[in-house]
């Protein structure tokens, strides 16, 4: 089988669409040593260096596509490269706007529906209503041309169901990610024998009490849909009822403006 996977969304900043990919077409060969993987990569220099990898081990084949991802100069670049290549049987595009014009099976991945469910969710990042009407356009159109759906949450499936209708039924397969190797602690090896200390906290904004002691883990941005402010205030409630350190970690890339936000809220409930 000839598998063609769309890597443009891949960048070299990772967010959660981005490891999604890279773990998905590291381990994919693994999983079927007998299927043909080829992916769809950025040019050089926007390549990422997992991706580069791959490519240069020979695990998979590559071909590169100077289209935007998520531009609408996609819609024609990625059928016409799929007639270019031939013989491909299935295509994986790892998003909510399925290319137009799809020669071949299609399969796509939805991670939510926040364009449908949330109505501030593009007005609280400075985005147009117009961007948000061709979201929501084009994951519906995706949802019904696409062979196969999958839902990275039980929650997703049912709000694709409920957003779609009956005609996804059938083609919605719900796929939770794994953990991460990179969450795994380095320290520990896989037969639990400890190799070294803990890594330390360096580079992320800690909020808690003082101490190491026990703590929660935030990896995500802070875009609106995110709700950092009521996952402040649930630590905040949580910790008043024990005397244990715990400290929460907030990792990931943060807007100066949600940044302030945020250092307000810290503020307000003294969790500095």
Not at 27 to 48: K, N, S, T, Y
Not at 57 to 73: C, E
Not at 78 to 97: K, M, N, S, T
Request: aromatic content about 8%.
């Amino acid at each position: 089988m000839k598998v063609l996977i769309d890597c443009r969304g891949v960048n070299r900043v990772e967010d959660g669409l981005s490891i999604y990919i890279l773990n998905l077409v590291e381990q994919l060969p693994v999983a079927d040593p007998g299927a043909r993987f080829i992916l769809i990569i950025r040019p050089e220099p926007d390549l990422h260096p997992r991706l580069a990898r791959l490519r240069d081990t020979g695990t998979v084949d590559a071909v590169v596509l100077d289209a935007p991802f998520m531009r609408p100069t996609q819609h024609w670049q990625v059928a016409r490269l799929i007639r270019r290549l031939g013989g491909v049987d299935v295509y994986h595009y790892p998003h909510f706007d399925l290319p137009a014009l799809m020669p071949v099976p299609a399969v796509i991945t939805m991670t939510d529906v926040n364009y449908f469910t949330i109505r501030k969710y593009f007005s609280a990042m400075g985005f147009s209503q117009l961007k948000r009407v061709y979201s929501m356009l084009a994951s519906y159109l995706a949802c019904t041309r696409a062979k196969e759906i999958l839902a990275l949450s039980k929650h997703t499936a049912e709000s694709v169901r409920r957003i779609v209708g009956r005609r996804v039924e059938n083609r919605i397969t719900v796929t939770p990610c794994a953990v991460d190797a990179m969450l795994l602690p380095p320290f520990v090896d896989l037969d639990g024998s400890i190799e070294g200390s803990p890594p330390s906290p360096s580079g992320s904004t800690v909020v808690g009490r003082n101490g190491w002691g026990p703590y929660l883990l935030y990896v995500g941005t802070d875009r609106y849909h995110k709700n950092l402010e009521r996952l402040l205030t649930a630590f905040h409630s949580a910790i008043q009822t024990t005397d244990e350190p715990w400290r929460l970690f907030l990792v990931g890339s943060m807007q100066p403006a949600s940044q302030a936000r945020t250092d307000q809220v810290v503020r307000s409930m003294k969790l500095e």
